[in-house]
T-cell receptor
Framework: DVKVTQSSRYLVKRTGEKVFLECVQD?????MFWYRQDPGLGLRLIYF???????EKGDIPEGYSVSREKKERFSLILESASTNQTSMYLC??????????????FGDGTRLSIL | SQQGEEDPQALSIQEGENATMNCSYKTSINNLQWYRQNSGRGLVHLIL?????REKHSGRLRVTLDTSKKSSSLLITASRAADTASYFCATDKNTDKLIFGTGTRLQVFP
């Protein structure tokens, strides 16, 4: 089974801090994704990556950046955390070169609180 | 606005009953996927149905797709308490990114 591991289940940070969320997948998938999930808004795509060192903006990239130095690892960075970034963050991976015709495999999420 | 929207927002049934959830979308799609999310966990992929398919089965799950009505349904037969979760549809909106709906919360009472 594909395993996507997010480094923390719960994280509490302060406004203005630089925050790193880490995600590792063990199935050699080309594609990796970061979403945030908020009540009533569903999942929204922040960034995705289809190869090492490649990244594409999703629907809500403002205030975030990403890093993919190795194929198995995809990091989400909050440059200067703000309270409106309090959310559940979900990492996912998928195989193949066309994202929407493959299932995505999700980690268990990081519930981030910015105080 | 959301590409896929699930209906109903919440559903409560007894064990053994069938549960039906619907997903409507606005623009043409190549594929539609259904996912389940248990409370506090990540999403788990259930079924992918392509635009040229009308029905797909997986165990107790049955998914239909009607591209003329731009809608899909997920049927869970003989529901169990363990089926309690949120269920999401995801469509590709003619791009290669998935767009998720806001989900249907299913509660199955023993």
């Amino acid at each position: 089974d594909v395993k996507v591991t997010q480094s923390s289940r719960y994280l509490v940070k302060r406004t203005g801090e630089k925050v790193f969320l880490e995600c590792v997948q063990d199935m050699d998938h080309e594609n990796m994704f970061w979403y945030r999930q908020d009540p009533g808004l569903g999942l929204r795509l922040i960034y995705f990556s289809y190869d090492v060192k490649m990244k594409e903006k999703g629907d809500i990239p403002e205030g975030y950046s990403v890093s993919r130095e190795k194929k198995e690892r995809f990091s989400l960075i909050l440059e200067s955390a703000s309270t409106n970034q309090t959310s559940m963050y979900l990492c996912a991976s998928s195989d193949g070169t066309y994202y929407s015709n493959q299932p995505q495999h999700f980690g268990d999420g990081t519930r981030l609180s910015i105080l | 606005s959301q590409q896929g929207e699930e209906d109903p927002q919440a559903l409560s049934i007894q064990e053994g009953e069938n549960a039906t959830m619907n997903c409507s979308y606005k623009t043409s799609i190549n594929n539609l996927q259904w996912y389940r999310q248990n409370s506090g966990r990540g999403l788990v992929h259930l079924i992918l149905i392509r635009s040229n398919e009308r029905e797909k089965h997986s165990g107790r799950l049955r998914v239909t797709l009607d591209t003329s009505k731009k809608s899909s349904s997920l049927l869970i037969t003989a529901s169990r308490a363990a089926d309690t979760a949120s269920y999401f549809c995801a469509t590709d909106k003619n791009t290669d990114k998935l767009i998720f709906g806001t989900g249907t919360r299913l509660q199955v009472f023993p």
